[in-house]
């Protein structure tokens, strides 16, 4: 059974920092790419970034509005994908979700799981 | 960047009746659009794949279409469990964005 578990979610201040984790289970995470999607209260879903597999060198993509700021990285001996957020804003406060992505060049099983979400609230 | 426009942001329906939601892109994507379904303090539940290939576990009542810059998602039979916010996303290329959702609620 594939399993996301998502770590790491708090409260910070303005211009803090906070590392997010993924937990993966249940699949060949080293083979897939993997994605951080958020949800502020109230709003739509939002893109943050991928990180692809090491296939393709482990290379990442991220939204406009947290590239230079957050940083995905993963762990395939842990099975494991993280989120460094650094330089937080209020706008940056949602539910962060890890979610499968791209396997073998196919976009099937992109997105089809996802992890519960973890809150993090940027407050002073 | 794509941007993603779905109609309507919000409607009410029926159970039993059969509803459309529409997602306009910018710029062709070919198929390369996803639907998903989120209920209240739920996570997303993707629906729908290159446009078109129901997710393993969906009820047949749901069905993608389009491509190019027109994408529609059907639901031929409204159901209790069919109210919830709807996503489209396009992954043609980065950054990937989604639409910005559109409300079903129960007349």
């Known amino acids: 059974e594939v399993q996301l578990v998502e770590s790491g979610g708090g409260l910070v201040q303005p211009g803090g920092s906070l590392r997010l984790s993924c937990a993966a289970s249940?699949?060949?995470?080293?083979?897939?790419?993997m994605d951080w999607v958020r949800q502020a209260p109230g709003k739509g879903l939002e893109w943050v970034g991928r990180s692809r597999n090491k296939a393709n060198s482990y290379t990442t993509e991220y939204a406009a509005s947290v590239k230079g700021r957050f940083s995905i990285s993963r762990d395939d001996s842990k099975n494991s994908l993280y989120l460094q957020m650094n330089s937080l804003k209020i706008e940056d406060t949602a539910v962060y979700y890890c979610a499968r992505s791209v396997y073998g060049g196919s976009y099937s099983d992109q997105f089809d799981f996802w992890g519960q979400g973890t809150l993090v609230t940027v407050s002073s | 960047d794509i941007q993603m426009t779905q109609s309507p942001s919000a409607m009410s329906a029926s159970v039993g009746d059969r509803v459309t939601i529409t997602c306009r892109a910018s710029q062709g994507i070919s198929n390369s659009l996803a639907w998903f379904q989120q209920k209240p303090g739920k996570v997303p539940k993707r629906l729908i794949y290159a446009a078109s290939s129901l997710q393993s576990g969906v009820p047949s009542r749901f069905s993608g279409s389009g491509s190019g810059t027109e994408f529609t998602l059907t639901i031929s039979s409204l159901q209790p469990e069919d109210f919830a916010t709807y996503y489209c996303?396009?992954?043609?290329?980065?950054?990937?964005?989604f639409g910005q959702g559109t409300k079903m609620e129960i007349k």
């Open positions: 996303l396009h992954y043609k290329s980065y950054p990937l964005t």
């Open positions: 249940g699949f060949i995470f080293s083979d897939h790419y």
